[in-house]
């Protein structure tokens, strides 16, 4: 008799602390999930203060060697060194990027980026805004891709693009070929090209 009021005295004791656990566990895996979707986020914004503060050291710790960037379909970084490339060229024009939207769900991770240079203020007068598709091991980004620009004035882009590469062909040759020069000497080129068209030419474009 004693035993048959002991089980359901157990059974009632066990119940409520067997519902605490599973409660704990349901909000560790929780906890879980927001850490890491944090964790990417930072991973991905510390990656955005090295660019622009033009810290390569600290771009590198948010990214694989093998890192591969590609650009509306175009592959334009295969690792690191190629990276590192880039980051020189990019580096010159002082570039503000800022973080407009972080997104997480079923194991896909979109960002949009807000980028403003130098040579963007010429081209569009206003920040390019761009959506990318970001692919994380561990803690590291091993995969950029630009998948579509959200704000691009396309045609002031050409536009301007096409009047100081004609202009400076005719009238500055010793700078030719600084649009596909992606190294620092050809950032560089491209800004005095800049400076040389607004001096001589002033601000006004033919057709935009």
């Known amino acids: ?121 010429f081209l569009q007068d206003s920040a390019l805004v761009y959506q990318v598709s970001l692919v994380f091991k561990g803690e590291k980004i091993v995969g950029m891709s630009t998948i579509k620009y959200v704000k691009m004035n396309g045609r002031k882009w050409m536009s301007r693009r096409d009047s100081l590469v004609g202009w400076i062909d005719n009238t500055h040759p010793e700078l030719s070929g600084f649009v596909h020069d992606l190294t620092p000497k050809g950032a560089q080129n491209f800004l005095q090209a800049i400076v040389i068209f607004k001096r001589e030419r002033g601000n006004g474009f033919s057709s935009e």
Request: glycine residues 2%; neutral net charge.
């Open 1 to 121: 008799m004693y035993l048959q009021l002991l089980k359901p005295l157990s059974m009632k004791i066990a119940f409520p602390a067997l519902i605490s656990t599973l409660f704990v566990l349901v909000l560790f895996a929780s906890c879980k999930q927001v850490k890491n979707e944090s964790s990417n986020r930072e991973i991905f914004e510390t990656y955005l203060h090295g660019m622009n503060s033009r810290d390569f050291n600290q771009v590198k710790q948010s990214l694989a060697d093998s890192i591969i960037i590609t650009e509306m379909g175009y592959e334009v970084v295969q690792n690191i060194d190629a990276f590192r490339r880039h980051f020189l060229w990019d580096s010159i024009f002082r570039p503000d990027y800022t973080l407009v939207e972080f997104s997480e769900n079923d194991s896909v991770t979109m960002a949009t980026v807000a980028k403003f240079d130098k040579r963007i203020q």
